[in-house]
C-alpha cells in the first residue's frame, strides 16, 4: 500500500462504516415532490420579468437561461461533463442515431465511437446480455460477474447510473440470463430526448469521476430547457423487424447425418438405442411438412412516438417530454415496450443563483423468448430430453397454445433519476451544490404448468431494487495574469450511496395448475405463519450497502491559448474495502501544446496541429461488497447439481465457503495506470480532421481466484496480483470533401479505426500460468486467447495409433487411449500423451481491430446516409457445430447442454466439411476444444441506411413548421463473413458460438420529425 493511502486511512474511521438509507424510495418521492414545489415558486415568482443583467450571466459554462443558445448546457451535466476538455472525448453523432430504431444505449454506440467494442449475444429485444468495452479487455473474462466488472460507467447529466449488481449469479447453476426480468437497464433512454453522447477513454480525462469510471465513461447530455418562444417537437416511426428466410430440416434430414456415422462405427447395441422419434419414418409429426417457422419467424411491428414542449423567459423555463416505444424482435415473438417521460424546470431568481430540477422516469415490460434452454435454467431442473419438439406446425402450435394459455411470464422494470441543483457565482468562483439520485426496480412473477414441465409446475416470484444516492460539492475559482496566464482550480467531495437487493423465491409441485401464485398463511398466530401453501418453495434474499466518499482537486494552466495541462488528484474511499485499504489515492496530469505556428506552412493547408499527452492512475472499484469483510460464512450446503441450497434438514445454516471461495485479508485496491500520446490535426481549412492516439494501459491488483491445497477443503481463494496490459493505437478521420451549399450536393465522411492488444502480466502468487474452467491465463500471453487442439485427421484403424517406444504405451488422451475413429490430435511435446499441454493458440474471441466508415451526402433538402462497421482478426467457437456432431453425448442426456430447441430444425452444418469421428468414443471426439471448430469471426457489416427529406423548405410548410423531415431507415442490412455458422456477432462472452440466440433483425423503418 502507497504512504499516500496510509496518511489518509484514518479519514475513513471518521465516517460511519455503513450509511443507513431506510424507506429511501418514499424519501425520493418527498425529494421529488418539494424540488417541483421550490422550482415551481421560484418559477411563477421571476416568469414574466425582464432582466437588466444579462451581461452579468451570459458567458458562463452552465445552463443559460438568461440568453438562448444552440445547445444548451444542463446545469445538471457541469459538476462533471465541463472538466473535460473536448480533446479527450469522442463524440458520438446523433444525427446518425436517433432516425434508427435502436432500442438501447450499447445498439446506438456501436459503430458510433472509436475504440469502442459493443456485443450483442442476442437479438431479443430489451435483452440483458449486451456488453461494451473500451480500449480493450481489462481483466479475464471467466463468468458474467467478469462482464459487469469491465463495463464502463454511464452518466445522464452528471447522475452516475447504477445497474442489476452480478451477486444474482451466486445462486444459479447456470449463468445464461440472471433471475429476474434481466433486462437490460440501459434501454431506458430515448435517444430522441438526448442533446449529446461522449464517449471518454483517456484515464487522466477518466480521472475527475471517480473510480466508478476506470473501464470508461459515456456521458449523457439530455435536451434540456431554454428560454423563447414555444417549440413543439414531434418525432415517430413506423415499421418492421423482418422474418428471417431459413432452410428447415425433419427427421429424415437428421437420419440421413446420424446415419454417415452409424453405418461406420456402430455396433448391433448402438443400433437399438436407436433415436425413437428417427427410427419411424412412417411418423408424420417428424418425418413430414417442417413447417414450424410460420410459427417461429415473423414479421413484427416496431414503432415509437414522442413528443417535447420547451419555453420559457430569460427568469424560468421549463421542458416536457414524453414518448412510447414498441421494438420488437423477428424470433419467438420477443418485444420491449418502453414509456418515457421527463420534465426539466431551470430558474434564476438571483442573478447570481440558478437552480434546476430534472426527472426521467421510464417504465419498460418485456415479452421474454419461450425457449427451453432459459426455462430449465430458471427452474434448475431439466427433464427429460430424449425427443425434441416436432418440426411440425400443428405439433409446435400445440405447444405455443398450451404456453401462451397457461403460463405467466410478467417482466416489468421502473427507471428513475432526478437530481436538485443549485450554482452561485460571485466574481471568480463558482459554487455548485447538487443532490441527485438513480432508482430502478424490476419484477418478475413466473409461472409453468404441469402439461409443459413433465408432470411438475413451478412458480417464481422476484422483486429486486437498485438505489444510487449523490450528494456533489464543488468549488471553482479562475483567475488571468497578464492575460497570457489563465489559471482555474477546483475542488470538490462527491458522496455516494449504493444500495442493491433482490428477493426471489421458487415454487414447486403446486397441487393445481389453477393456482399460479405462492400464497402463506397469513394469521401470526398460527404456527405456519408465513409459510407456503400449496408449493415446495426456496427462498432467495441478499442485500448490499456500497458507499463511496471522494475528495479531488483540479488544476488547470493556459499559456497563450497555445499550452494547455491539467493536474488532477483524488482520494476515494469505498465501505466495501478491507479497513486497513480504505482510501485510495489517484493523480494524473495531462498536456495540449499546439504548435501550429511553429511550422511554416501555408494556413489553407494545415489549419491546426496539437500535441497531447497525459498519464493518470485510477483506483477500481469492487461492485460487489464480499471482500471487504475479509473471512466470511455463507450459504454453501449445496452440491454439483444444486448449489443453492442453503440449509441442513430444513433448518438454514451457514459454512464456511467451501465451494465459492476463500476470502483472506490485505486485499488492497486494483487500480489501472495509463500512458497516453496523441496529435490532433487539421487541415485544408478544417475540411480534414484527424485525432491519432497511442495508449499503454494496466490493470493492476486485480482479485483472481487461485487453487489451493485440497485439503482445505476450499475450491479456491481470492487472491490479489493479477495484471493485464493493453496497448493499442487509435485513428479519427472526419472530412467534408463537399462543402454542402445551397442546391449543391454535400458530402461527409467519418472514418475511425482502432488497434488493441492485451497481455497477461502476472498473476497472484507469481503463478506463471493457471487454468479456470475451459480457460487457462499465462504470463506473457494474451486472457483471451483460444486454445484448442490441432486435428490431423483420424486414425482408421487401431493399428494406427501411435506407441511410445519407450515404454511401449499406446498415444492416450488423459489416460484414454486412443482406437480406430478417434481424432488424430498432434501431440506437440511428443509424450505420446494429448492433454491440455499440446494446445495451440488460435486467436482470441475479441477482435484485435474494430472501426467503421459512415458518410453523409445531401442535396436539396435530401440526405443519405449509411454506415460500415466491421470487427478484424477475432476467432469464434462453432459450439453449434460441435453439439450437432457430438449427438451421442447430447442427445437424451440430463444436462442443460443437451437441449434442443424448435431452430434443432434448422439447417446448420454440412457433413462433408468435419471429419468423420467415432461419436461413440470415450474421448469425445467432438469436443469443442480443436481446431476443427474455430473459425475466422471477422466480418464486415452495412448497418444502417438512411434516407430522408425535408420538406419544410416548401413555402406552404416554412411558415408553420420549422422542419418536417420525413425519413426511411434500413438496420442490419448485409453482413460480409467468412465464418460457416450464423451472424458472427452472436457469439457469447468467450467467443462460442451457442446457437442459442435470437437473429439480430433486418428492419426496415418510415419516420416524421416535426419541429414547430
Not at 409461472?447 to 471553482?476: C, E, I, K
Not at 472530412?735 to 450536393?745: D, P, R
Request: hydrophobic share 35%.
Amino acid at each position: 500500500m502507497n504512504e499516500k493511502n496510509q496518511e489518509l486511512d484514518h479519514y475513513i474511521k471518521q465516517l460511519p462504516p455503513v450509511w443507513s438509507l431506510k424507506n429511501m424510495r418514499g424519501k425520493m418521492g418527498l425529494f421529488l415532490m418539494v424540488s417541483i414545489v421550490f422550482t415551481g415558486m421560484l418559477s411563477l415568482k421571476s416568469y414574466g420579468k425582464e432582466t437588466d443583467y444579462l451581461s452579468a450571466v451570459s458567458n458562463t459554462c452552465f445552463q443559460d437561461t438568461t440568453k438562448k443558445t444552440k445547445q444548451p448546457v444542463a446545469i445538471d451535466s457541469v459538476v462533471l461533463v465541463s472538466y473535460v476538455s473536448k480533446r479527450n472525448v469522442d463524440t458520438v453523432k446523433l444525427s446518425n442515431v436517433s432516425i434508427y430504431p435502436f432500442i438501447s444505449l450499447q445498439q446506438a454506440l456501436k459503430s458510433n465511437s472509436k475504440g469502442l467494442y459493443v456485443q450483442e449475444i442476442t437479438g431479443e429485444p430489451g435483452s440483458a446480455d449486451q456488453s461494451m468495452l473500451l480500449r480493450g479487455l481489462s481483466r479475464p473474462l471467466l463468468s458474467k460477474t467478469n462482464v459487469a466488472e469491465a463495463q464502463p460507467a454511464v452518466f445522464i447529466n452528471g447522475i452516475p447510473l447504477i445497474a442489476d449488481n452480478p451477486f444474482v449469479y451466486t445462486i444459479q447453476e447456470y449463468d445464461f440470463s440472471p433471475i429476474g426480468p434481466a433486462t437490460n437497464l440501459l434501454s431506458s433512454i430515448d435517444l430522441d430526448n438526448i442533446q449529446s453522447i461522449n464517449v471518454i477513454s483517456n484515464l487522466a480525462a477518466l480521472s475527475i469521476y471517480g473510480p466508478r469510471a476506470a473501464n470508461g465513461a459515456i456521458l449523457i447530455t439530455t435536451k434540456n430547457a431554454h428560454q423563447g418562444n414555444r417549440e413543439i417537437s414531434i418525432n415517430s416511426y413506423y415499421g418492421y423487424a423482418t422474418k428471417n428466410k431459413v432452410t428447415t430440416t425433419n427427421g429424415q434430414d437428421e437420419s440421413i447425418l446420424r446415419r454417415t456415422f452409424y453405418n461406420k462405427y456402430a455396433t448391433a447395441e448402438d443400433f437399438d438405442k436407436y433415436p425413437s422419434y428417427l427410427a419411424d419414418a412412417t411418423n408424420e409429426n417428424y418425418y413430414g411438412r417442417s413447417d414450424w417457422t410460420d410459427l417461429y419467424y415473423k414479421n413484427s411491428a416496431l414503432h415509437t412516438i414522442n413528443a417535447s414542449i420547451t419555453g420559457g423567459t430569460s427568469r424560468s423555463n421549463f421542458r416536457f417530454f414524453a414518448g412510447n416505444t414498441s421494438n420488437a424482435g423477428n424470433a419467438d415473438d420477443t418485444r420491449l415496450n418502453r414509456y418515457n417521460a421527463s420534465f426539466f424546470i431551470n430558474v434564476l431568481p438571483l442573478k447570481w443563483l440558478t437552480i434546476s430540477t430534472m426527472v426521467n422516469a421510464t417504465r419498460l415490460n418485456r415479452d421474454r423468448n419461450r425457449s427451453l434452454r432459459d426455462r430449465f435454467a430458471e427452474m434448475q431442473y431439466v427433464p427429460d430430453l430424449i425427443s425434441p419438439i416436432a418440426p411440425n406446425k400443428n405439433i409446435y402450435g400445440n405447444y405455443l397454445s398450451e404456453y401462451e394459455n397457461k403460463t405467466i411470464d410478467n417482466n416489468i422494470n421502473n427507471v428513475i433519476q432526478g437530481s436538485f441543483s443549485a450554482n452561485a457565482k460571485y466574481k471568480n468562483f463558482d459554487f455548485i451544490t447538487r443532490i441527485s439520485f438513480d432508482y430502478n426496480e424490476g419484477m418478475r412473477d413466473l409461472f409453468y404448468p404441469t402439461t409443459l414441465m413433465d408432470g411438475n409446475n413451478y412458480v417464481s416470484n422476484f422483486y429486486a431494487y437498485n438505489q444510487r444516492l449523490n450528494v456533489d460539492n464543488s468549488l471553482a475559482y479562475n483567475f488571468t495574469v497578464n492575460k497570457t496566464h489563465v489559471f482555474k482550480a477546483l475542488f470538490g467531495h462527491t458522496l455516494s450511496l449504493d444500495v442493491n437487493k433482490y428477493n426471489y423465491l421458487q415454487g414447486y409441485k403446486g397441487t393445481s395448475d389453477y393456482i399460479r401464485i405462492n400464497s402463506v398463511d397469513g394469521d401470526i398466530s398460527h404456527s405456519d405463519y408465513l409459510q407456503p401453501e400449496g408449493f415446495y418453495t426456496k427462498k432467495f434474499t441478499d442485500k448490499q450497502k456500497i458507499n463511496v466518499s471522494s475528495l479531488y482537486s483540479s488544476f488547470d494552466y493556459t499559456l497563450n491559448n497555445e499550452f494547455f495541462a491539467t493536474l488532477i488528484a483524488r482520494t476515494d474511499g469505498a465501505s466495501n474495502m478491507q479497513a486497513n485499504n480504505r482510501w485510495f489515492f489517484s493523480p494524473s496530469v495531462s498536456a495540449k501544446w499546439d504548435i501550429t505556428k511553429y511550422i511554416k506552412t501555408q494556413k489553407s493547408i494545415l489549419s491546426s496541429l496539437n500535441l497531447n499527452a497525459s498519464y493518470g492512475r485510477l483506483g477500481t472499484l469492487n461492485i460487489v461488497d464480499q471482500y471487504g469483510a475479509g473471512p466470511q460464512y455463507v450459504t454453501d450446503l449445496g452440491w454439483s447439481s444444486n448449489k443453492s441450497v442453503g440449509s441442513y434438514g430444513g433448518i438454514g445454516t451457514l459454512s464456511r465457503p467451501y465451494s465459492s471461495g476463500w476470502i483472506g485479508y490485505d486485499i488492497p485496491w486494483a487500480y489501472v495506470e495509463e500512458l497516453d500520446l496523441g496529435v490532433d490535426g487539421a487541415f485544408f481549412n478544417n475540411r480534414l480532421q484527424t485525432r491519432l492516439s497511442f495508449y499503454a494501459k494496466n490493470n493492476k491488483r486485480m482479485i483472481l481466484g487461485v487453487p489451493v491445497n485440497a485439503e482445505s477443503g476450499y475450491t479456491k481463494e481470492y487472491k490479489s496480483g493479477l495484471d493485464v496490459n493493453n496497448k493499442g493505437i487509435e485513428l479519427a478521420v472526419s472530412g467534408e470533401i463537399l462543402k454542402a451549399k445551397a442546391n449543391k450536393l454535400g458530402w461527409t465522411t467519418d472514418f475511425n479505426i482502432a488497434f488493441n492488444k492485451n497481455t497477461l502480466k502476472a498473476l497472484p502468487n507469481n503463478l506463471k500460468e493457471i487454468t479456470i474452467g475451459t480457460q487457462k491465463l499465462t504470463v506473457g500471453k494474451p486472457i483471451d486467447q483460444i486454445l484448442v487442439l490441432q486435428s490431423q485427421g483420424v486414425y482408421q484403424t487401431d493399428v494406427d495409433v501411435p506407441v511410445n517406444p519407450a515404454n511401449f504405451q499406446i498415444m492416450s488422451y488423459k489416460g484414454l487411449k486412443l482406437h480406430g475413429g478417434d481424432p488424430k490430435w498432434k501431440d506437440q511435446n511428443g509424450d505420446y500423451v494429448i492433454d491440455e499441454n499440446d494446445k495451440v493458440a488460435m486467436g482470441g474471441y475479441l477482435p484485435r481491430i474494430v472501426g467503421n466508415f459512415s458518410s453523409t451526402l445531401s442535396y436539396k433538402g435530401f440526405n443519405l446516409d449509411f454506415n460500415i462497421y466491421f470487427a478484424l482478426k477475432r476467432s469464434i467457437i462453432n459450439q453449434a457445430a460441435a453439439n450437432q456432431l457430438d449427438f451421442i453425448n447430447k442427445t437424451g442426456n440430463n444436462n442443460i447442454n443437451a437441449v434442443n430447441e424448435i431452430t434443432f430444425w434448422q439447417k446448420g452444418i454440412d457433413v462433408a466439411d468435419y471429419p468423420i469421428y467415432n461419436p461413440w468414443s470415450a474421448v469425445q471426439s467432438y469436443r469443442t476444444d480443436q481446431d476443427i471448430f474455430v473459425e475466422n469471426g471477422s466480418y464486415a457489416k452495412l448497418r444502417s441506411v438512411s434516407l430522408g427529406y425535408d420538406i419544410s423548405k416548401f413555402k406552404y410548410f416554412s411558415k408553420n413548421f420549422k422542419k418536417i423531415y420525413v425519413y426511411a431507415s434500413a438496420l442490419n442490412v448485409y453482413t460480409l463473413k467468412s465464418y460457416t455458422g450464423g451472424d458472427p456477432e452472436l457469439v457469447n462472452y468467450v467467443g462460442e458460438d451457442t446457437g442459442y440466440g435470437l437473429p439480430l433483425p433486418r428492419t426496415f423503418t418510415l419516420g416524421l420529425k416535426i419541429d414547430l
